[in-house]
């Protein structure tokens, strides 16, 4: 008998994702079983309570998927979940904790694409604010964008130390060169938009970052991001399918571009859904976090 496809789900909320659910359904996972409140001393022994069941055809039929909300907390689920392989007894892991390392992933390539379209400029030559910086979309957006060269800021929207201890944080975990901000006020925001590249907002939905006011005195932004799908948008007049339109408020003398929420949501899907896909079709295990996804995101938008 064919042995069927199985999931678990590993999250230490309350919850499971119902888009992690969805998506994993619509990639042909047969099973999919959910973990709630997992703790990362959990993982290891499920990992191999998952590995040793199956043998080594049925693992090739198994993954493990690391939700949550703190994209440290998964990432060190990954690793603790890598480390319970016993080869030829090894299964692969995604981890993509509240999405944001699709999301996120999606985000850059796709900002990244319009300042190469728009502008010729590569990631390493820009300077880049990430408003709602200490978020988990954030963060990620933030790692990402350092790792490939910008010059980053997490911009956080009450504390300037909270910007900076999760900058510092990041940058030991993973290398990169993050730095921290604080932008209360509009004359917050105006002050630190001074001599900036790109914009990357994943604040709160629902709420406007950058008013009109804020971005008219943008002289030197090229390309805008906003992963807001709530009205109103996060970055006033970004529209929600905009991929490379002129950003309305903003002083262009540069040219400023915008992308909407649902032109990276696009990506995003695709992303997420290709990943968990690899993880039944490959001859080997994968593991998975935002740097798969950047570079699968990217392999796609070359195809858009």
Do not use: W
Not at 57 to 85: C, E, H, P, Q, W
């Amino acid at each position: 008998m064919a042995k069927r496809s199985i999931l678990h789900m590993l999250d230490p909320m309350p919850n499971n994702s119902p888009f992690d659910v969805n998506m994993a359904l619509d990639c042909d996972f047969d099973v999919l079983m959910p973990y709630s409140n997992v703790t990362l001393d959990n993982v290891y022994g499920l990992t191999q309570d998952a590995i040793f069941s199956r043998g080594p055809k049925g693992v090739k039929k198994t993954g493990i998927f690391i939700g949550g909300r703190d994209i440290g907390v998964a990432v060190d689920m990954l690793n603790s979940a890598k480390n319970a392989m016993v080869p030829p007894f090894e299964v692969s892991v995604f981890a993509d904790p509240s999405g944001a390392f699709t999301t996120a992933a999606a985000l850059v390539a796709c900002v990244e694409k319009e300042l190469k379209a728009k502008h010729n400029k590569k990631l390493k030559n820009c300077k880049a604010l990430v408003f709602g910086g200490t978020g988990p979309v954030g963060i990620a957006t933030g790692v990402i964008a350092s790792l490939a060269g910008a010059e980053t800021v997490l911009v956080d929207h009450l504390s300037a130390e909270t910007a900076a201890n999760i900058a510092d944080e990041y940058n030991r975990r993973f290398g990169c060169e993050l730095t921290g901000a604080v932008a209360t006020y509009d004359e917050d925001k105006i002050k630190l938009l001074e001599g900036v590249d790109l914009v990357f907002c994943a604040a709160k939905a629902g709420i406007q970052i950058l008013s009109p006011e804020v971005l008219s005195g943008c002289k030197q932004l090229k390309v805008a991001g906003d992963v807001n799908a709530v009205p109103p948008a996060g970055i006033a007049g970004v529209q929600m399918n905009d991929f490379g339109a002129p950003l309305t408020h903003a002083n262009n003398a540069d040219n400023a571009v915008s992308i909407g929420p649902l032109a990276v949501g696009n990506i995003k899907y695709k992303v997420q859904h290709a990943l968990l896909d690899s993880m039944l079709t490959g001859d080997k295990p994968v593991y998975l976090d935002f740097r798969a996804a950047y570079e699968k995101a990217k392999e796609i938008l070359q195809t858009e």
